[in-house]
């Protein structure tokens, strides 16, 4: 069982050389990715088996999704689709007992939608228990999750032009919870399937045409 942050597992020694740490972080990537392949496998397993709901799963994506955790930061924001679960391993978001947790529809331990969503459903709080908005800037944001093939492109292009928003209005730009002076991308992934979607080409469109700061991974 791994119950810890799977980013967390393999951590560097305290005063390690250079040398070590780039070993250690190889490592750590490495394992990662075969921990989500297997992941995968399981999954589709169980599915298979009908001991769990429908699922999709994450494997063949791994190592991309490995090198967009490396990028992402603090104050970012991902619309994504149901095959990132490596990168929510990697950013330290998940756990192999949440991602099975959600696939078994498990109302009390899925910690994104209490076992109402598909599998690989992420969402992060934006709020804290007494209804505050949390400090975006300082966390990994991730948009709730919608199952429509393409729907996360246009949510995509909102997050990037919010960002544009910010960049450019002096009064937006200090003294907020949301944004660091417009500095924060939107990482956007999609299926090459639902590339064909007009949705699609109109959000590459958009953000073109906008200039907004918005990655997307196919």
Aim: hydrophobic residues 35%.
């Amino acid at each position: 069982m791994i119950e810890a942050p799977i980013s967390d597992i393999i951590g560097t020694k305290k005063g390690a050389s250079v040398e070590e740490r780039y070993k250690t972080e190889v490592l750590r990537d490495f394992w990662i990715c075969c921990v989500s392949r297997e992941a995968s496998i399981l999954g589709r397993k169980e599915v298979l088996g009908g001991k769990a709901k429908f699922g999709i799963m994450g494997d063949g994506k791994e190592v991309p999704q490995v090198a967009m955790a490396r990028a992402f930061k603090n104050g970012d924001w991902r619309s994504g689709y149901y095959r990132d679960q490596t990168l929510m391993f990697a950013l330290g978001l998940s756990t192999v007992e949440d991602f099975f947790a959600q696939l078994y529809a498990d109302t009390e331990n899925d910690p994104w939608s209490g076992g109402r969503q598909m599998n690989s459903h992420f969402a992060s709080p934006l709020i804290d228990e007494n209804g505050e908005w949390l400090d975006h800037r300082s966390q990994h944001n991730i948009s709730s999750d919608i199952s429509s093939t393409g729907g996360q492109m246009a949510r995509a292009v909102g997050l990037g032009l919010a960002s544009k928003r910010y960049r450019q209005s002096p009064k937006l730009a200090h003294s907020t919870r949301f944004s660091e002076n417009g500095n924060e991308l939107c990482f956007c992934t999609i299926g090459d399937a639902s590339t064909s979607e007009g949705v699609f080409w109109e959000a590459i469109n958009a953000t073109g045409v906008q200039k907004l700061p918005l990655l997307v991974s196919i």
